[in-house]
Nanobody
C-alpha cells in the first residue's frame, strides 16, 4: 500500500503565503516525478507544478513565479511554497507521485486526499 498525505492547507488573505507538504509512505521502490495539482470549485483538476527526482521543476503558466516546488528524496516529501496568493488560487490541492512499488513494477500515479487552500480577497 502506498499513501500520500498532504498538509498545510489553510485560510489565508490575498497576498499571503502558504507552504504545502506531502509525504509518501508504504511500499515504495522508487519515485519518479512528484508534484501538485489543484481543483477549483466547478473546474477540472489542473497541474500546478511538478519536480523530477533530479530536482528539475516545471510550472503551470498561472504560477508566474509565485510558487516554488521542491522535494526531499530521502524523506519522500514534496513541498509547494506559495506566495502572493489570490482568490483564484482557492482550490483543493492534491499531491501526486509517479512511482514503482517494486523493482519490476510499472510506474503508476498515486494521489493524496487533498488539502483545502482558501484565499480571501
Amino acid at each position: 500500500q502506498v499513501q500520500l498525505v498532504e498538509s498545510g492547507g489553510a485560510l489565508v488573505q490575498a497576498g499571503g503565503s502558504l507552504t504545502l507538504s506531502c509525504t509518501a509512505s508504504g511500499r515504495i521502490y522508487s519515485i519518479n516525478d512528484m508534484g501538485w495539482y489543484r481543483r477549483a470549485p466547478g473546474k477540472q483538476r489542473e497541474l500546478v507544478a511538478v519536480v523530477t527526482s533530479g530536482g528539475s521543476a516545471n510550472y503551470a503558466n498561472f504560477v508566474k513565479g509565485r510558487f516554488t516546488v521542491s522535494r526531499d528524496n530521502a524523506k519522500k516529501m514534496v513541498y509547494l511554497q506559495m506566495n502572493n496568493l489570490n482568490a483564484e488560487d482557492t482550490a483543493v490541492y492534491y499531491c501526486n507521485a509517479n512511482l514503482r512499488t517494486t523493482i519490476r513494477s510499472a510506474l503508476n500515479d498515486y494521489w493524496g486526499q487533498g488539502t483545502q487552500v482558501t484565499v480571501s480577497s
